[in-house]
């Protein structure tokens, strides 16, 4: 498993802020527009959900089978990818 900050994390600080609880997780650049700060505020505290979501994805009986149609198999390929890229371990 990664050593990242385990969840739940929240935008505070209307939305330059993304927080655990007590650790600061990120900090928006002001200067992007409102819409964009909080979207990509949102995107980074939903982090931890998605990495979750992933990994029972990953693990589910009908994502193990030997036979998946190609584009499953293009979605498992590239699920564990993401997670990868994120220097997180199944």
Known sequence: MSAYTPGPWCV?????QVYAVDTAIA??????????????ARLIAAAPQLVD??????????MLADELH?????????SVQALRNAGVTL
């Open 27 to 40: 900090t928006l650049r002001v200067m992007d527009s409102k819409e964009t700060r909080d979207a990509n």
């Open 70 to 78: 190609a584009d499953d198999y293009e979605a498992r390929s590239d």
């Open 53 to 62: 979501a992933l990994r029972k994805l990953l693990t589910c009986p009908a």
């Open 12 to 16: 505070t600080d209307g939305g330059c």
